[in-house]
Nanobody, 129 residues
């Protein structure tokens, strides 16, 4: 079992920045690829970004590329999502997720929510215009 707890959400004006954190506990989080997803009211859960277990590989949705940066500190069992140049359409509940990767050389990064085994409770991000 892996427990994930997100933090760092809040209300920010358009053009502003926020940094989300996801603290992992339980099984060794460095064995997991980590992802961020978001869900806006009335919409499905949307992929945002993912990072490999060692932090070497990352991947972003086109909608956030160049504005968001994912990173991780395995010594602290924490994954981050730095969000810059925020837009009103970024408003959503942001979720952290973990996907087990047994291969020390890395696994194919996943963009589908169904491929992630563990989820946090989410943190609200609201961007005002």
């Amino acid at each position: 079992q892996v427990q994930l707890v997100e933090s760092g959400g809040g209300l920010v004006q358009a053009g502003g920045s926020l940094r989300l954190s996801c603290a992992a506990s339980g099984r060794t989080s460095s064995n997991y690829d980590m992802g961020w997803f978001r869900q806006a009211p009335g919409k499905g859960r949307e992929f945002v970004s993912t990072i490999s277990r060692a932090g070497i590989n990352t991947y972003y949705a086109d909608s956030v590329k160049g504005r968001f940066t994912i990173s991780r500190d395995n010594a602290k069992n924490t994954v981050y999502l730095q969000m810059n140049s925020l837009k009103p359409e970024d408003t959503a509940v942001y979720y952290c997720a973990a996907d087990y990767c047994a291969n020390r050389g890395g696994c194919a990064l996943k963009v589908r929510s169904v491929d992630y085994e563990y989820w946090g409770q989410g943190t609200q991000v609201t961007v005002s215009s």
